[in-house]
């Protein structure tokens, strides 16, 4: 076994804590991979308070995963020593039902091998990125483009895909005026992808404060849904609207801003059941549809779209003794706008840490 080195939640809800774990020994078709860096996703903090339920501990959280080749298995012929990889939601999946087949794994009908929180198809439990090494089949391993950096890449692999793909799934391009609520880690590529793909892209955000931020990252429009003005105002605007939202609010009144025929696509996994009115819907055939992350192809086409664009996340770099702090802020809608572990941190010892000395004073 590989023995590892990160930080996990030994029970629900618990502060994170360092931690030494065990992967497996590489397998012929495998890739070791130096972590370099981590997302910190919602989802991490989600599933470390169990949430959703059914979360396994201990848990070492992270899908979103940038780092370099350090070994591989002798079949591989994807990747070679040194190469720059990232992983993502998932790392594997059954290849024989009719959603892999079709290359839609992360629909796969016996579910996919999750990163964390998860069990391998021979019933080990799977530890994530918040870790200084992992053990990854060739097959779900992405090529990172060089003129990528790997810190801004990591997030990437989760809020990058999980934006991309309901983006392309409903062709969204010039002509069309798509709505982002949240601009959060998922929102604010959600918006950088929109606008590279041409679209006229309005933010709508809880609070006014990040009306500046949203006009760099692209946005042609931004407005605060605190202000009631703002859904009299955009009643009937828009076509697509991609709600990132992680907490409860109020979707009759989203889906009213919605066009004729629009659709709203759910992204966001609040932790209660979302209540919707009927007539929302009914009057202006409106729908409402969801998505989740995306296959294996389409992570490396995202990549590769944003490697030619030149188009990465905006991240604030935290060591691993913050993942706390880091998460409180996550909570908070505090965090410009994600927040990615250095694992170089890892081998610090003894001495504070850069963001607990400023939350010191
Ligand atoms: P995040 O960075 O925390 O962003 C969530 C955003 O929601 C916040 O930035 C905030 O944006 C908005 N928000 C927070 N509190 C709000 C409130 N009280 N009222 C209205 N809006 C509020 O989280 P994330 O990492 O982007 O993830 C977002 C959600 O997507 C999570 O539930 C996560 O589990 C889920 N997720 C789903 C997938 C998938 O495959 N479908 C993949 C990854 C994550 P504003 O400040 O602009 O309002
Ligand atoms: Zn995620
Ligand atoms: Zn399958």
């Not at 024989?96 to 019933?123: A, H, I, M, S, W």
């Not at 992570?299 to 030149?310: A, K, N, R, T, V």
Request: with cysteine.
């Amino acid at each position: 076994m590989l023995k590892t080195q990160g930080y996990a939640a030994l029970i629900s809800k618990a502060p994170l804590e360092s931690y030494s774990s065990e992967r497996r020994e590489p397998r012929e078709n495998d890739v070791v991979i130096d972590i370099k860096y981590c997302g910190i996703c919602h989802s991490d903090i989600h599933q470390a308070r169990d949430e959703w339920g059914g979360s396994i501990f201990p848990m070492v959280p992270g899908h979103e995963i940038t780092g370099t080749v350090v070994n591989i298995g002798n079949k591989v012929t994807k990747y070679q020593i040194g190469d720059q990889v990232g992983v993502g939601v998932f790392v594997d999946a059954c290849r024989t039902c009719e959603q892999c087949k079709n290359g839609l794994e992360q629909y796969c009908e016996q579910g996919f091998v999750p990163t964390y929180n998860g069990r391998d198809y021979e019933g080990n439990p799977t530890m994530g990125g918040y870790s200084d090494k992992t053990v990854v089949n060739e097959d779900c391993v992405l090529r990172i483009p060089n003129n990528l950096a790997l810190d801004a890449a990591a997030p990437l692999l989760c809020a990058g895909i999980t934006l991309y793909s309901p983006l392309k799934h409903w062709h969204v391009g010039p002509g069309l005026k798509v709505a982002i609520v949240g601009l959060g880690g998922l929102g604010h590529i959600g918006v950088k992808l929109a606008h590279a793909m041409g679209a006229e892209v309005t933010v709508l955000s809880h609070s006014s404060k990040k009306q500046d931020d949203a006009k760099r990252l692209g946005a042609d429009h931004f407005y605060a849904t605190s202000d009631p003005e703002t859904f009299k105002t955009l009643r009937r605007k828009f076509d697509l609207m991609y709600n990132t939202v992680s907490t409860d609010i109020d979707w009759d009144q989203y889906v009213e801003l919605l066009k004729i025929d629009g659709t709203m696509i759910v992204v966001g996994l609040p932790e209660n059941k979302v209540p919707i009115g009927a007539s929302p819907l009914v009057n202006g055939r409106r729908s409402i549809a969801g998505s989740m992350v995306g296959s294996i192809a389409e992570i490396q086409e995202m990549l590769d779209f944003c490697g030619e664009h030149g188009l990465a996340c905006d991240v604030e770099m935290v060591d691993i003794q913050d993942v706390n702090a880091a998460y409180e802020r996550v909570l908070r809608s505090d965090v410009k706008y994600r927040f990615v572990i250095d694992m170089a941190s890892l081998k610090k010892t003894g001495s504070q840490s850069a963001m607990q000395q400023v939350n010191a004073t």
